[in-house]
């Protein structure tokens, strides 16, 4: 199964600027789930980090991985969030930057759940440009229904 911009949109409450999702390209329920994030100089975080060579922030590598093991564990339960269901982050364990990632890279995110228990989600995330891995991490999430 794939997910285009449309489909994302009605599962993450997140927009412009932080969403960091483009394309789902397969997804198996339970088990994994592949993820793009074309990253481009018209970033806003570009202006900042770093104007003399821009690098796209590992803290934001660790968020796109995030929000596709969102989209992942939605799916595994079979649900659409609404708007009073927030999906937040527990934990990053054994987060580790390998590769700087540059305006024009593609990012594509593999992540897969390793356990669900008592409403955490455990995934090992791996974000990589081409054959090159440039962040890894353990995930833990949680879905929170908001007041």
Do not use: W
Not at 124 to 136: I, L, N, Y
């Amino acid at each position: 199964m794939t997910m285009d911009i449309h489909q994302i949109l009605k599962q993450l409450p997140h927009r412009y600027p932080i969403l960091l999702v483009d394309r789902v390209l397969d997804v198996q329920k339970g088990v994994s789930i592949r993820a793009l994030k074309n990253v481009t100089i018209n970033e806003p975080v570009f202006t900042g980090h770093f104007p003399h060579r821009p690098v796209f922030p590992g803290v934001l590598m660790l968020e796109a991985l995030a929000q596709t093991a969102a989209l992942l564990a939605f799916e595994t339960l079979g649900v659409t969030p609404d708007d009073k269901t927030v999906y937040y982050f527990a934990g990053i364990d054994g987060a580790r930057f390998k590769r700087p990632v540059e305006p024009g890279d593609q990012l594509v995110m593999d992540v897969t759940l390793e356990r669900m228990k008592a409403g955490i989600f455990k995934f090992k995330g791996t974000a990589r440009v081409g054959d090159e891995v440039a962040c890894e991490a353990e995930l833990m999430c949680t879905m929170r229904t908001i007041a």
